[in-house]
């Protein structure tokens, strides 16, 4: 059954500032349209040479595997790069209020992509790419608990950790398929995730004890927190 991680997660923002400030000098009034044109073909190769890195590193071994020969495999990898690409863009464009967080969140998510693949894809082809998604997803999701854990709860032990981590990456994540979730709301989402949280203390709750337990509440004290701010952002930029 696929995996996929609750929320979404925009991955450009660290990468595109760059390319933000250069889309604010392209727009200025003082810059010649033919500078300006130049200025946003450049900007677009950017973006293009860093979806082609990413594909890849990403999606280079599943590419591998598709049938129907090399023709196939280009279209699937310049669809991708067109929508890592929009990303990008996007991304940039929601730094300076261009994009609002809606729109930007659809062309985020796994749905997305997967959507614009599903023509070209076969249904077995199409389970594949549902499979490592599930796989990418688990392991981001690792990596930014293990990340907040050393922060937030540094004296668990090792073997504790790796149950905390364990127990964590079961419930939170979702197992169902990505288009189900898709239909949910940011709101219903948070949600989700703020009762899958819960069910995950509870079996927890029996598992430490003494100040190893206070510092797993403390680790999923910080989760809920940051579970209710993300709520009151999605609040706050639906008004």
């Known amino acids: 059954m696929n995996k996929t991680v609750l929320f979404a997660a925009c991955t450009f923002f660290t990468t595109t500032f760059s390319a933000t400030?250069?889309?604010?000098?392209?727009?200025?009034?003082?810059?010649?349209?033919?500078?300006?044109?130049?200025?946003?073909?450049?900007?677009?190769?950017?973006?293009?040479?860093?979806?082609?890195?990413?594909?890849?590193?990403?999606?280079?071994?599943?590419?591998?595997?598709?049938?129907?020969?090399?023709?196939?495999?280009?279209?699937?990898?310049?669809?991708?790069?067109?929508?890592?690409?929009?990303?990008?863009?996007?991304?940039?464009?929601?730094?300076?209020?261009?994009?609002?967080?809606?729109?930007?969140?659809?062309?985020?998510?796994y749905a997305y992509l997967r959507g614009q693949l599903a023509p070209l894809l076969s249904n077995n082809e199409l389970q594949r790419l549902d499979a490592q998604q599930g796989a990418m997803a688990e392991q981001q999701l690792r990596r930014n608990y293990t990340e907040?854990?050393?922060?937030?709860?540094?004296?668990?032990?090792?073997?504790?950790?790796?149950?905390?981590?364990?127990?964590?990456?079961?419930?939170?994540?979702?197992?169902?398929?990505?288009?189900?979730?898709?239909?949910?709301?940011?709101?219903?989402?948070?949600n989700q995730n703020l009762m899958s949280l819960r069910s995950a203390r509870e079996e927890l709750q029996s598992q430490f004890s003494g100040e190893q337990l206070q510092q797993v509440n403390a680790f999923l004290d910080v989760i809920r927190s940051n579970l209710f701010l993300s709520a009151a952002m999605d609040e706050g930029s639906a008004r």
Do not use: C, H, W
């Open 148 to 190: 907040q854990m050393a922060r937030v709860a540094p004296d668990l032990t090792e073997a504790n950790r790796e149950m905390l981590l364990d127990t964590l990456v079961r419930y939170m994540l979702y197992s169902d398929t990505e288009t189900q979730a898709a239909r949910l709301t940011a709101e219903q989402l948070v």
């Open 21 to 109: 400030l250069n889309a604010q000098d392209a727009t200025s009034s003082n810059v010649p349209d033919s500078v300006r044109a130049m200025i946003e073909q450049s900007q677009g190769g950017r973006y293009e040479q860093m979806a082609r890195m990413q594909v890849d590193m990403q999606y280079g071994e599943f590419l591998n595997t598709l049938d129907g020969g090399s023709r196939k495999r280009q279209r699937v990898e310049d669809t991708i790069v067109d929508v890592i690409s929009e990303r990008a863009e996007k991304s940039t464009l929601a730094v300076t209020g261009g994009v609002g967080p809606g729109e930007l969140e659809t062309i985020s998510s």
